[in-house]
Structure formats: structure tokens, C-alpha cells
T-cell receptor, first 111, second 114 residues
Framework: KNEVEQSPQNLTAQEGEFITINCSYS?????LHWLQQHPGGGIVSLFM???GKKKHGRLIATINIQEKHSSLHITASHPRDSAVYIC?????????????FGKGTLLTVNP | DTGVSQDPRHKITKRGQNVTFRCDPI?????LYWYRQTLGQGPEFLTY????????KSRLLSDRFSAERPKGSFSTLEIQRTEQGDSAMYLC????????????FGPGTRLTVT
């Protein structure tokens, strides 16, 4: 069983819509990463958070430690936001800090 | 560019051949991770180094796979006797121990085994 679960797997939106992607994770994860992957494979780190909320431009990430849940929000979505969004849990056991990834959410924003 | 780089970006090989990929991390980063991503899936951990020491290997890393980081800088991942199931995107990431362990990813090497 994957320790990090994302929903939805696919999301289609119209330009301007507010987007929410959800991520649930299991115990043993000390921080949560949100990553963006465009066609062609390159991964870009968007956020790393272990509590509260972070904002960067139109992107907002929140985490609820008690519920082991995180959300990524995109305000005023744009076609250039189309990508795969991946949440990844950072292992808290030992000292390796390796990431356990969700399967990703494919976001398509239509003009 | 001072980010993580990987070479080559794409590799097509015939089954049974050996392939080697290279990762150059951000220069002051002492940790280096290799991940593998198959189509439609999230990446999976393969192995990681702290400086030149390989500290953990996943069960996914069969005997045909070997990784090195000889001087604690760049790393290589070699796959011997490639199989079609090895076709995937191989991702490298690096981090710095004292900066929250945030990992910075390279562009990946896409391997196709025919």
C-alpha cells in the first residue's frame, strides 16, 4: 500500500478556475513536498512544508498534521499550469530523508 | 546553470546492453538521490549517497544496477544487461543536510530498452 495517496488522478479545468489537489499520507512522514512535472519529465519543487501554509504567487499549499492531509491550490488557473502535480512524503525514520511519492495528478487547464 | 544536471537526457538501447547515466548535483549538496519513474506512476526511491558513501539501496535495485559517487560530487548509475522492464525515467536529486533537506531534481534520463 502506497504511503502517499493523491486525488484526483486527473483534473480538467477552464482557465481562471480555482484548483485543489489533495494528498493524504501515513505515519512516518515528517514533511510534505509538492512537485510539478511537465511533459518531458523534468521535476520542479514547488513547496516543502511540515506545518501550516505556504504561498508562492498563485500557488498555495496547506498541511494538517493531525489529519495527515495536505492540499495544493491554484488560484486563477492558466493553461501554462497544465502539468502533473506530485506530492511526496519525506521519510522521518532514520536519517535518509528519502521521498515517497504519490502517483500524481494530471492537470489540464483549457483556455 | 547551477542546478542538478543529468546526462544523457534520452537513451535508447537494445536489450542486453549496458548503459550508464551521470548526475551532477548542485555543488555544495552532500546528499544525492536516485529515483525511477515508470509511465503513469510516481517516482520510486532507488538509492542515496551522503558524500561518497552509498547509505541505502532499495529492493528495486537488482544486482544488475550499480551506483557510485566516487569523490562525493557527481554520481553514475549503471544498468547491466538491460531488460525491457528497465525502461523508465531515471531521476537524480540532491540536497544539503543543513538546509531542511529540500531536494532539487534534475531533468531526468529517459531510458528506452527495445
Amino acid at each position: 500500500k502506497n504511503e502517499v495517496e493523491q486525488s484526483p488522478q486527473n483534473l480538467t479545468a477552464q482557465e481562471g478556475e480555482f484548483i485543489t489537489i489533495n494528498c493524504s499520507y501515513s505515519v512516518g512522514i515528517s514533511a510534505l513536498h509538492w512537485l510539478q512535472q511537465h511533459p518531458g519529465g523534468g521535476i520542479v519543487s514547488l513547496f516543502m512544508l511540515s506545518s501550516g501554509k505556504k504561498k508562492h504567487g498563485r500557488l498555495i499549499a496547506t498541511i494538517n498534521i493531525q489529519e495527515k492531509h495536505s492540499s495544493l491550490h491554484i488560484t486563477a488557473s492558466h493553461p501554462r499550469d497544465s502539468a502533473v502535480y506530485i506530492c511526496a512524503g519525506q521519510n522521518s525514520g532514520g536519517s535518509n530523508y528519502k521521498l515517497t511519492f504519490g502517483k500524481g495528478t494530471l492537470l489540464t487547464v483549457n483556455p | 546553470d547551477t542546478g542538478v544536471s543529468q546526462d544523457p537526457r534520452h537513451k535508447i538501447t537494445k536489450r542486453g546492453q549496458n548503459v550508464t547515466f551521470r548526475c551532477d548535483p548542485i555543488s555544495e549538496h552532500n546528499r544525492l538521490y536516485w529515483y525511477r519513474q515508470t509511465l503513469g506512476q510516481g517516482p520510486e526511491f532507488l538509492t542515496y549517497f551522503q558524500n561518497e558513501a552509498q547509505l541505502e539501496k532499495s529492493r528495486l535495485l537488482s544486482d544488475r544496477f550499480s551506483a557510485e559517487r566516487p569523490k562525493g560530487s557527481f554520481s553514475t548509475l549503471e544498468i547491466q544487461r538491460t531488460e525491457q522492464g528497465d525502461s523508465a525515467m531515471y531521476l537524480c536529486a540532491s540536497s544539503r543536510t543543513l538546509q531542511g533537506y529540500e531536494q532539487y531534481f534534475g531533468p531526468g534520463t529517459r531510458l528506452t530498452v527495445t
